[in-house]
């Protein structure tokens, strides 16, 4: 039950807390500029964050393809998939904090941050059974 009630917080944060800070964010820069500038930065992020998840997913891809003709597990490239797929959703959801999610999730750099996060808490769920 307490973990039904984790899932829970998570989602109604998804969809209700973000959009709404999404929505306040962008208000403030289509009042401060103009909605049309508003509406470039909507566009342009999206584009370029397409094309740059379709070169880093490009990348992975091959990653995966070296290591497995190598009869190697592409662990490490599973994950970063999953996290340009993940930053990929996020640069063509409108927002500003969507945006920059998505492009740290996308620069490896800083996916490389979001890995260790990720290994950490898998392992958690590993060690207390909740996987």
Avoid: W
């Amino acid at each position: 039950m307490e973990k039904r009630k984790s899932i829970f917080g998570y989602i109604l944060i998804l969809f209700t807390v973000i959009p709404l800070v999404e929505l306040y964010l962008l208000l403030q820069i289509a009042e401060r500029t103009s909605a049309m500038i508003t509406f470039v930065i909507i566009l342009v992020t999206g584009i370029v964050g397409a094309f740059f998840a379709k070169i880093q997913g490009r990348l992975v891809i091959q990653k995966i393809r070296i290591s497995l003709q190598q009869a190697i597990m592409p662990k490490e490239e599973l994950v970063d998939g999953l996290c340009v797929l993940i930053g990929g959703a996020f640069l063509l959801t409108p927002g500003i904090l969507t945006d920059i999610a998505g492009f740290t999730l996308l620069i490896p750099v800083t996916r490389n941050l979001y890995k260790k996060i990720l290994k950490h808490k898998f392992e958690q769920m590993i060690q207390t059974g909740g996987y």
